[in-house]
């Protein structure tokens, strides 16, 4: 992911702009946003970074969770979808 073209350049951006932890927030979900652009994930991040831009703590906090239960549901499904495999072996 960090030699997509886009990678190194936003989490440079949003590590100035918005500070260390959004830029590890990015890192991990940065495959899930940089090639779908209007996917919820990039959706719920770029409201966090909105929230944070202007202050308002309670929608960053909720946005990060919208984020969070994205990535559980993804892991699950994989996990879901893995063991599915083993079993047919």
């Known amino acids: 992911m960090n030699?997509?073209?886009e990678f190194v350049e936003t989490f440079d951006c949003i590590q100035r702009s918005?500070?260390?932890e959004w830029a590890k927030r990015?890192?991990?979900t940065a495959p899930l946003m940089i090639d779908?652009?209007?996917g919820a994930m990039c959706v719920a991040f770029?409201?966090?970074l909105m929230a944070y831009a202007e202050?308002?703590?309670d929608m960053e906090i909720q946005a990060w969770a919208t984020c969070q239960r994205l990535l559980r549901e993804l892991a699950a499904s994989l996990v879901a979808e893995a063991e599915a495999l083993l079993t047919e072996a």
């Open 26 to 28: 990015f890192v991990l």
């Open 18 to 20: 918005f500070g260390a």
């Open 36 to 38: 779908d652009p209007e």
């Open 46 to 48: 770029e409201r966090g």
């Open 3 to 5: 030699q997509h073209p």
């Open 55 to 57: 202050g308002r703590r």
